[in-house]
């Protein structure tokens, strides 16, 4: 017959849970209960408490409804509102399996797991956790099944505060959470997340998706892999940030958005700009961006990865548009103006755009008039472009209208100005090919079409530099240093003069040997 023992007053049954590792020894003995049943079993002591309340000796405190220990294995099964705390964390779960001699907890059922110190949370269905000891120099935790959730937070540095290198607010910026959801997610100590499958991380407004993530705390870089994908709307601006690529990485030191590398078919779409490229690379200063660089030449290949990818993961490019553009140089796209190049570099200082620069084989596409075309026209002499080693677009902000004040009728983010592209300088074997219409009978050229348009007129300019100021996103003057070129009329009507370009040198033509179009 089982033997039943019952606890009073002082008396304290201590149920030994581990045994003796290599070098230390973790013991919990029974502090609290109603009731403990103890039975022998084939050599090995088996205890049932009701209501048990542990604790171990390296801190570690765990209480549930109801438990069965197996002393031979130092093995307890806990029942019913499990709660297990070791000074930094709490978790509680339905129920759970504890094996004290080498650290192993595995918890199943409505399982949250709580930062004592900086409010991390973590959720899931089955957690297992391998404690810190002689045997592992930090915890290793994975969670699974109920779709886990993780909430991350660094927590205020007092000390910064202090010492005047952080103030209240920026620490409250920078302890912003982040909240992750996945199919499985795996945590080292408090340096390394890792999450697969369908992962979703929100932070305040930027929401970031992939088929997996690796999160490096302590030096504070975050991987997002495969599909990777990031969207941050601007709420004072009414901008959206949206990028996408094979893969994209977070530089964020101190929980600070200082840099975006996105490689593999990327793709960088703002309300001023649109950017495609091999990678791009997104700089921020004070968390507002204010540059980006998109290149040919890909940056070196980063990891893979978490290996494994749990089960549907391969749904998340169904979910979240994978965004694959091949594998084209990079080409910017503002004011229906296409820019490609070997690489891209734009300016934006204080997160208003001021400079585009394409760089090695860099050409201009306008899309603006191109309502001039007929069916007829041919593709050759459809878009008006220019060319040089270097292209360099710059933007200005437009005057408001009725003197700067604003109109009741007025669109407000019209009355304050919008951003326009206001020049195109072209440098280096520069070339440029624009299109006008003639007025009918006249041969002078006009750049936009009208009823009693005629002729379309070819002008096609060489020189060392070109400048083109812009109006209303067509060509309003040219200046040309060592200019040379041609006037066509395809259509066979009578040739006038070409439309005037201002050679700043005042050198005489002379016979091009270079590059023709």
Known sequence: MPRRIH????????????????????????????????????????????????????????????????????????????????????????????????????????VRLIGLDDGSLITGDDLVL??????????????????????????????????????????????????????????????????????????????????????????????????ARIISPDEESGDTLDLRADTITMILPMDVMEELNAVGRAHLLTDAVDIRGPTIRLLFTDEVLNRIVAATASLPNPPEGPSEVSEGASEASEEVPSGRLGEEGPRAVAEEFILTGDSIDVRLPGGELETVFAIGAAR?????????????????????????DTITAMFVTSRPS???????????????????????????????????????????????PTPDSGPLELNYVLGDEIRLFMQDGEVDRMEVDQARGAFFQPNGAPPGPPPPAVDTTAARPTNDRRRTP
Do not use: K
């Open 7 to 110: 606890l009073w007053g002082g008396v304290l049954l201590a149920i030994v849970l581990a045994i003796t590792e290599a070098s230390a020894q973790r013991t919990c003995d029974l502090s609290r209960s109603r009731q403990v049943t103890s039975t022998q079993s084939g050599g090995d002591r088996v205890s049932y408490v009701s209501r048990p309340r542990f604790e171990c000796t390296d801190g570690t405190l765990i209480e549930a409804d109801s438990s069965v220990t197996f002393e031979a294995t130092s093995f307890s099964q806990l029942f019913g509102q499990v709660v297990f705390r070791d000074g930094q964390r709490e978790l509680h779960s339905d129920r759970a399996q504890y094996f004290s001699s080498v650290g192993r907890l595995q918890a199943q059922g409505s």
């Open 364 to 388: 201009g596409v306008s899309g603006v008039r191109d309502s001039i075309n007929t069916d007829d026209t041919p593709e050759l002499i459809r878009h008006d472009w220019i060319e040089g």
């Open 130 to 227: 391998l404690q810190e000891g002689d045997q592992r120099p930090e915890d290793d935790m994975t969670v699974r099944g109920g779709r886990p959730h993780a909430r991350l937070s660094s927590g205020e540095d007092d000390t910064a505060i202090a010492t005047g290198l952080e103030t209240p607010d920026d620490a409250a910026q920078r302890d912003t959470p982040f909240e992750i959801d996945a199919d499985l997610i795996h945590l080292v100590g408090d340096r390394l997340l890792e999450a697969r499958g369908r992962v979703e991380i929100t932070r305040d407004d930027l929401l970031s998706y992939g088929d997996s993530v690796a999160f490096q705390q302590d030096v504070g870089l975050l991987t997002l892999y495969r599909n």
């Open 402 to 448: 009725s003197g700067g004040v604003l109109n009741t009728l007025e669109d407000p983010s019209e009355a304050a100005g919008e951003r326009r592209l206001d020049r195109l300088v072209a440098q280096g074997e520069a070339r440029s090919f624009y299109r006008t219409t003639s007025d009918t009978g006249t041969g002078t050229g006009t750049a936009s």
